[in-house]
């Protein structure tokens, strides 16, 4: 049986969203629109409560532009998170905002090893 889809997603609103350094190619030389990122975060979050998901925010860390990538929080399993433990240590700090979120939330948080590099739901696929 396949797993039944989600019924709530994580959001972040894009407050302070900027570029401040490049840790992939896609990030190189670019420039990023404010006011596009924050109308196309509201038509996002729009489309997801117009097909009936639940929108759970976290507050966007003004010290971590990154953390409006939510997919890279980590992963649920029922009620367990697993926080990423990324690559780039100008994300490392995102991981405890996000494990504090869901504790608060009511899951359990189960990390993994240091030595394991895990950046969410992307490498989880």
Known sequence: MPPAPPRSVLACRPTTYTLRYAINPWMLDQQI????ARTQFDVLVRTYEHIGLQIDY?????????????ANAGLIHDRTFIPSNFRYPERAPEAQLFADHFRAGGFRIESLAPEYLFEGAGDAI
Not at 33 to 36: E, F, K
């Open 58 to 70: 976290i507050e966007q860390d003004p010290k971590l532009p990154d953390m409006v990538f939510t």
């Open 33 to 36: 629109d404010a006011g596009q």
